[in-house]
Structures are given as C-alpha cells and as structure tokens.
C-alpha cells in the first residue's frame, strides 16, 4: 500500500517533467526533488531494512551511473535527479524492476537517438525515454512483492 503512496506522486510529477523536457528541454527540480524526501519517508514508514537498505543503494548507483553521463556531456543534471528517483521508487520492490527499467531506458533512448541522427540532429531530451523506461519497467518487469 505505501509503495502505491509512492508511485502515485512520482508517476503524476514524472508525466508533466516528462511534457517539459519534450518541450524545454528541461527537467525542473521543482517536480522532481520534493519526491526524494516523500519517496524516503514511505519507505521508512515501511518499516523494511531492506527495502530501504536495496532502494537506497540502487538510487545511488543510478546517480552515480547517470552522472557519468552527465560529466561526458551525454545528458543533463536533471535526468541524473531523475533516474535517482525513480530507481529509489523502483527499487523498492524488486532490484529487477530497477535493472529492467535501465535496460528500457537503454533500448528507448537508444532509438530516440538514431532518430534524431537520421533526423540530422545531435540532441535530444533523455527524460522521456528514463520516464518510459521506468512505465516499462513497471508494466513488463518483474515487480516483486
């Protein structure tokens, strides 16, 4: 019941950060880290060691992973914010859910960018294809219990 808590306000701020950075390119903090802490606080409320102990670690990895990205200059400061949360949300279940979610956003992205390429184009907004990654994730992963 608190996981559905969770993913109710992050599906909802993920759609309109989603419209956004289609559109401005753009992921405004705005939506995305006031989640951190009601994500967080369910997850405590909880009462799961590991839940939160796997969540927590997965998040950092993602923010760790995705600020690669973002020092090489692939993707922006909010998508790295972005995936964070959503891994943390993500994890809570299942580490599989989080890592079919990676693989999603790969396979997304990757071919948002050969269209962009094909297009003649160089850049592109990386959050839509984290958020779809993410609905993948939920939809076709293996949510656990």
């Known amino acids: ?47 799961d060691t590991d839940r939160m102990l796997r969540a927590a670690l997965l998040a950092a990895a993602a923010i760790g992973l995705f600020g690669l990205g973002c020092a090489a200059g692939q993707m922006g400061f909010g998508d790295v914010k972005l995936a964070g949360l959503l891994a943390l949300v993500l994890a809570w279940s299942d580490w599989r859910t989080a ?37 993948a994730a939920l939809a076709f992963g293996p949510l656990g219990t």
């Open 99 to 135: 890592a079919v979610a990676l693989a999603a956003t790969a396979a997304v992205g990757g071919g948002q960018a050969a269209a962009v390429l094909a297009l003649g184009r160089r850049d592109f907004p990386y959050g839509p294809a984290i958020l779809a990654g993410a609905a």
């Open 1 to 47: 019941m608190l996981h559905a808590a969770a993913l109710a306000p992050v599906a909802a701020s993920g759609i309109a950060a989603g419209w956004i950075d289609a559109y401005e390119r753009r992921l405004p903090d705005a939506l995305i880290l006031p989640l951190y802490p009601v994500v967080g606080a369910l997850l405590i409320a909880a009462g």
